[in-house]
């Protein structure tokens, strides 16, 4: 072979290799603004026209969902249940019907703890303006509070509710199904590796080319960028529900958007829970039950759930695990100190988002973006992408 051809192949080579590696990466995008929240997608592409097309496909139906559940709109379909079905049954969408199902199921499995009847007195509270109900209001909406108020008839598709004051809101399970459906979006598209999160409700599949994502949890007294402890994570979702993200402290007392059902006041049994389960809705369904039935009652029910891992936060700081999670929980204790990580893979430092910018924290190679696509505020506060990929 003559010198020029193996030049020639040579060049060839580098330029298909280097074209290719612009091709395949790590394709991350934040959107605000759907569902109130941050949207984080991120994903492992071959072909970036592919990535872009999954990804405006995924907002397309956060935004269809957002437009359908949200209570702030007056044209939504929650919004027309919550206008009428307490004169006649409402028909209803099929994808609303089987939340509703759905959200009926986890109160029942939460021993009435998640119930998106809360609503009948949590309109009542608006925690950015610091408006809360009297306790005479509180009195006087309670028996709307109920999940059995919500008379579902599955032969004609119609919700009722079975009392005038009763109103739901799926503020509670809405963003965790938002990112099942983002991730079937994305499975439709070929993508196998993927983080999206909804505020403190993520999901990822696949891995990070052998290695876990890693997944923070923020430290319910500290600010949003800092990482009580990591978690590496395959194939897997987590929700992380704490009395930090909408409140107001009055007199000594915190007023926050997790209500019990039982008493129409904030539910303060602990700071923070977090709930590991193959699916969003699921782990969304399941993380406000601490903060109403206190760490050991939630526990009980957490450990009674085949699918699910939980760790809480108790008001005194320290941290509980279920069943599954307890041999990792030294580990995972020591990764309370900064900058230690439960375990981690050897270049698992994590970026954390807020207190360390993207550019400075990321490590080198990182894919820009990468670090601040975490969910900076949310509950979960945490950054997913732990390490450059090199597949
Ligand atoms: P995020 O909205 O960040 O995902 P959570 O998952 O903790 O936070 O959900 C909190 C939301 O759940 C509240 O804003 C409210 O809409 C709703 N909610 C509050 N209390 C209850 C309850 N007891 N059962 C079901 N949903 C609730
Ligand atoms: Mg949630």
Redesign the pocket.
Known sequence: MSLRLICTLMIGLVAYLGGAAAHAEWVTRVTDGIMG?RITVELWSDDDANAQAAIEALLAEMRHIDDSMSTYKPTSEVSLVNAKAADAPVPISKELFDLLVTAKDYSRLTDG????T?ASV?YLYDFRKRVRPSEAQIDKALPAINYEHVLLDPEHQTVRFSQKGVRI?L??IA?GYAVDRGIDVLKSFGITRAYVSA???SRIIGDRFGKPWIVGIRDPRKGPGEVLLRIPLVNAAI?T?GDY??FFDENGVRYH?????HTGHS?SKVRSATVIGPYATRT?GL??TAF?LGPEKALEIYNRIDDVDALIVKLDGTVVYSKGMRHAAPAAENAAAPGVAPQPPPDAMVPTPAATPAASAAPQGTPAGTAAGAPAGG?TGAPVPATTPRP
């Open positions: 929240t703890a998640f119930d998106i809360y949590g809101d503020g509670g963003k505020g403190g409700d929700s529900s993200e909408r958007h997790i209500i019990d059902p539910a969304d993380s406000k109403v509950p």
